[in-house]
């Protein structure tokens, strides 16, 4: 008697019900996939930007394939809340802070440790600069790129699609 | 002891919980799509780039101003004519004597100044490297019938032994006002 009270508990009243309602029960279950699919493919945004960058425009557009092997140098106006502090002179950060073209050393090193010993040789960097900055700061980045040996560089840009 | 019912848990709002955690995790991460200009600096040198005897009509100069204007071989330039006028350069289909004497012997020399925007070299930088990539296809075209993207990398590397891509930067001027 008992038994069957609790199976009735589960399942409602017995006869007389009509179609049982679709179970929502697995719905999280869908979404959780999706969520780990997510989690799996993307990666979470390693460094807030603290300077401004709008990318320029560019046809000869390439992926940077593996996002491992990928170093980041961003290069633009400081944002509004650090002007006070930092100036408004473009700036270059790494990872998080504001750093000097002398850091590039240490900070590409860095990176380099983090790979395994075939990949070194794959890093790229990635210059992420505004498109109003001068010539002046990104000659100089090149310059110190060049001299530690880091010489695979990608010019992030967005797709242009209209003629010049 | 009084029988307890087990509680149904409405299953409705688990699915809730979960549409929160995927779209904070949307927000939050990037499938950044990193796409840009790849490019191989030249290795650092501490000496002096060993002086080479460069045939002037091999040489196409690139000059970028500190008002982005663009100084193409001594004649002022406009940067949509500039891919086409690079490949009449280095293809040079006419036998110009003033133009490469093959595409293998075809330099590109770029010059900025440093308050040259970022914008204007990428721009120019741009439409050198398409004028090569364009070059690229229609010869992967006449050789193998398809575009350059679609070759292997053996043909590939045949092909820009024909035609190298030589972009030589040199240091940028400083005429201009750097920001």
Same mark, same amino acid.
């Given at each position: 008697?008992? !038994?069957? &009270?609790?199976?009735?508990?589960? /399942?409602?009243?017995?006869?007389?019900?009509?179609?049982?309602?679709?179970?929502?029960?697995?719905?999280?279950?869908?979404? /959780?996939?999706?969520?780990?699919?997510?989690?799996?493919?993307?990666?979470?945004?390693?460094?807030?930007?603290?300077?401004?960058?709008?990318?320029?425009?560019?046809?000869?557009?390439?992926?940077?394939?593996?996002?491992?092997?990928?170093?980041?140098?961003?290069?633009?106006?400081?944002?509004?809340? /650090? %002007?006070?502090?930092?100036?408004?002179?473009?700036?270059?950060?790494?990872?998080?802070? !504001?750093?000097?073209?002398?850091?590039?050393? &240490? !900070?590409? *090193?860095? *990176?380099?440790?983090?790979?395994? *010993?075939?990949?070194?040789?794959?890093?790229?960097?990635?210059?992420?600069?505004?498109? #109003?900055?001068?010539?002046? =700061?990104?000659? #100089?980045?090149?310059?110190?790129?060049?001299?530690?040996?880091?010489?695979?560089?990608?010019?992030?840009?967005?797709?242009?699609?209209?003629?010049? | 002891?009084?029988? %307890?019912?087990?509680?149904?848990?409405?299953?409705?709002?688990?699915?809730? =919980?979960?549409?929160? &955690?995927?779209?904070?995790?949307?927000?939050?991460?990037? =499938? #950044?799509?990193?796409?840009?200009?790849?490019?191989?600096?030249?290795?650092?040198?501490?000496?002096?780039?060993?002086?080479?005897?460069? @045939?002037?009509?091999?040489?196409?100069?690139?000059?970028?101003?500190? @008002?982005?204007?663009?100084?193409?071989?001594?004649?002022?330039?406009?940067?949509?004519? &500039?891919?086409?006028?690079?490949? @009449? !350069?280095?293809?040079?289909?006419?036998?110009?004597?003033?133009?490469?004497?093959?595409?293998?012997?075809?330099? =590109?020399?770029?010059?900025? #100044?440093?308050?040259?925007?970022?914008?204007?070299?990428?721009?120019?930088? @741009?439409?050198?490297?398409?004028?090569?990539?364009?070059?690229?296809?229609?010869?992967?075209?006449?050789?193998?019938?398809?575009?350059?993207?679609?070759?292997?990398?053996?043909?590939?590397?045949?092909?820009?032994?024909?035609?190298?891509?030589?972009?030589?930067?040199?240091?940028?001027?400083?005429?201009?006002?750097?920001?």
């Amino acid at each position: 008697m008992e !038994f069957k &009270l609790t199976i009735m508990a589960k /399942f409602g009243r017995g006869k007389g019900r009509g179609t049982p309602k679709i179970s929502t029960a697995s719905l999280p279950d869908i979404i /959780f996939i999706l969520l780990f699919f997510f989690m799996v493919v993307t990666v979470m945004k390693d460094s807030e930007l603290k300077v401004e960058v709008n990318y320029p425009y560019a046809t000869e557009l390439q992926k940077l394939e593996k996002k491992s092997l990928v170093s980041y140098i961003y290069i633009g106006v400081p944002a509004q809340r /650090f %002007r006070k502090k930092y100036g408004s002179a473009p700036r270059i950060q790494l990872n998080d802070s !504001f750093k000097e073209v002398k850091d590039l050393k &240490l !900070f590409l *090193e860095q *990176e380099k440790s983090k790979l395994r *010993e075939q990949e070194r040789g794959l890093m790229t960097a990635s210059i992420r600069a505004d498109k #109003d900055v001068t010539m002046g =700061i990104v000659t #100089d980045v090149k310059t110190e790129l060049r001299k530690i040996g880091q010489l695979k560089v990608n010019y992030s840009s967005k797709p242009r699609t209209d003629d010049l | 002891m009084a029988r %307890r019912e087990s509680p149904e848990v409405n299953a409705g709002s688990m699915a809730d =919980i979960a549409f929160l &955690l995927l779209i904070f995790f949307l927000v939050t991460t990037t =499938i #950044d799509v990193d796409k840009g200009i790849t490019v191989k600096l030249p290795p650092w040198s501490d000496e002096p780039p060993p002086e080479m005897k460069l @045939n002037e009509r091999n040489v196409y100069s690139v000059l970028v101003n500190a @008002n982005d204007e663009l100084l193409v071989r001594g004649q002022p330039m406009r940067p949509g004519d &500039l891919r086409e006028n690079t490949k @009449n !350069f280095i293809a040079n289909p006419r036998k110009m004597p003033n133009m490469a004497e093959t595409p293998k012997k075809a330099i =590109i020399s770029l010059k900025n #100044d440093r308050g040259t925007s970022y914008e204007a070299y990428i721009r120019v930088y @741009n439409e050198l490297k398409a004028a090569y990539r364009e070059l690229w296809d229609d010869a992967a075209d006449v050789q193998y019938g398809r575009t350059y993207d679609e070759l292997e990398l053996e043909e590939k590397r045949t092909l820009r032994a024909d035609i190298p891509l030589v972009i030589s930067e040199a240091e940028p001027t400083s005429f201009g006002e750097e920001k």
